[in-house]
């Protein structure tokens, strides 16, 4: 099992850089801001406009909830992120442009739950969107994965999230930088807020499968934000 124990920036934008998206093998860019006139090294750059900073560490030493108002990331929906994954909320600005580099450009990105103090490469990553709360989780889903553009073996299914009506999809992602097919997973739920995808990607299947409780976690979890 890969471990590690160097640290990374989260994968939002720092100074028009993003970090790989999850067709990407989930891998990260990180950005260096220039040294301070006094400082000899440079020292790094932090994410522009992101949500929930300075917010508790909590999530060092224990489960903790977000997606309610006032947590690291604010989203239609709340769950709870597993200790040592840590939250960090993205601004619409950022959001939209990690969609549009990812190809989920009906979506934008909300949060990003980091597993690489827990000892993973990889995210759990929310996506978001306004104006599909019309549309039933499958529709969500399936206009999600219609973006995905190098999935294949898409299996769907009914589920719940929490108590709450959901629809899921399990399948496979051919990278350049894997020898065989990954496999991913994401989750959606439809509110009145909006709607929410929670996707779960990895480096490859094993990163993906080490990975899989986080996101279990997070989907018996589910409901409403408040």
Known sequence: MRKFTWGAASAVLTVGVLTGCSSAADKETSASAPASPSASVSAPASAPAVKGAGKSDAWKKADTRIGDAGTAC?????????????????????????????????????????AKPAGNIGFIRVWTADNMTDKSPRQVLEAFMSEEKRASDQKFSDVKAGELPAAEVVYKVKTVLADEPKEERALAVTTPKGVTVVHLGGFDTQEHQEMLPAYEQAKKTVRLAS
Do not use: M, N, Q
């Open 74 to 114: 604010e989203l239609p929906i709340s769950f709870e992120a597993v200790k040592a994954w840590k939250p960090t909320g993205l601004s619409r600005e950022d959001g939209e442009l990690l969609g549009k580099f990812s190809g989920h450009t009906t979506f934008r990105g909300a949060c990003e739950l980091d």
